[in-house]
């Protein structure tokens, strides 16, 4: 894994919803390499640094994109940033989707703030790729016209019936699968819906890939500070570092239980 750690102009920002603001930064080293799911770890003025998935990578342009919620402190500080502002980033981070068959069928499915990543994995895709995506309502959705330019089947659940499909993400998958074939899942937000997913790709014998959400340190693998519980092939429980052996785990691997 190589990664590098500088400061990068930032040269857009753009609020995508309440408290959801997304940054286009300059990094032509980190995008030229980045691959889908792999994240950066950012500086800001409190102690450690916080991780933020790579939404989209323009290799051609240098930049990537980066999709915030302001939770706390980090993320507040960073949903601050503007044009002309520097961004200390260290990254490209983690292992990152397999995404290396994009002509396979692929379903990805994100919850709230996970729609983020799902982008980077569907923009591989395009038109092989149906997203289903959930948020709590209507003021909540996030990068539908971005999905929507990349030719894929687009599903937004909500969980008011507000837009799209009353209803969680796991029941559109369930409906999904029961019509199509799909050959692997991509999936990312609130650990309950992860599971359900993993659940109902096992039910129907569908690959499933899971990025973790864990708090970090030092997301190099250095610090013991993003443990999960983790199988071994042979049913054998471990425990992996999220920053290093993840964020991406296949769904056998993990136990949510
Ligand atoms: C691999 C990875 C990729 C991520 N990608 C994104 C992304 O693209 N966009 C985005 O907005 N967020 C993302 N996150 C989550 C983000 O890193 C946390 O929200 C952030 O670190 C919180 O820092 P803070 O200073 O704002 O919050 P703090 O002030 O430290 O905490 C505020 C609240 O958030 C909770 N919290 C802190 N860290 C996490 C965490 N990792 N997961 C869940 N809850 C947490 C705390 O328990 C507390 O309740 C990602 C996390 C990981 C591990
Ligand atoms: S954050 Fe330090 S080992 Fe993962």
Redesign the pocket.
């Known amino acids: 894994m190589s990664y590098l750690q500088k400061q990068f102009p930032i040269l857009d920002t753009k609020c995508l919803a309440k408290d959801?603001h997304e940054l286009v930064v300059s990094c032509p080293e980190i995008a030229s390499q980045a691959i889908a799911g792999q994240?950066v770890n950012i500086r800001?003025s409190?102690t450690l640094r916080?991780?933020?998935?790579i939404?989209g990578i323009d290799a051609e342009k240098g930049t990537i994109r980066?999709?915030?919620?302001?939770?706390?402190?980090?993320?507040?500080e960073i949903c601050r940033m503007r044009p002309g502002d520097t961004i200390d980033l260290l990254g490209p981070l983690?292992n990152g989707f397999d995404v290396k068959n994009s002509n396979l069928k692929a379903v990805v499915v994100g919850g709230g703030?996970g729609a983020?990543?799902m982008y980077g994995v569907a923009s591989v895709y395009g038109k092989n790729c149906a997203a289903i995506l959930g948020f709590r309502d209507s003021a909540d959705v996030i990068l539908e016209k971005d999905f929507q330019a990349l030719g894929c089947e687009l599903l937004i659940c909500t969980d008011n019936g507000t837009r799209g499909f009353h209803g969680f993400t796991t029941q559109m998958l369930e409906n999904y699968l029961k019509e199509n074939h799909v050959d692997i899942i991509h999936t990312c937000g609130p650990k309950p819906m992860m599971k359900g997913v993993k659940d109902i790709a096992e039910k129907y014998g569908v690959r499933c890939q899971i990025?973790?959400?864990?708090?970090?340190a030092c997301g190099i693998g250095a610090c013991l500070g993003?443990a999960c519980k983790t199988k071994k092939e042979d049913g054998s429980s471990t425990y992996s570092h999220?920053?290093k052996h993840?964020?991406v785990f296949e769904a056998q691997q993990l136990d949510f239980d």
């Open positions: 959801i994240f800001t409190h916080r991780p933020i998935s939404c980066l999709v915030v919620k302001a939770q706390g402190k980090g993320t507040d983690g703030i983020a990543p990025s973790m959400d864990e708090r970090m993003c999220v920053c993840g964020p």
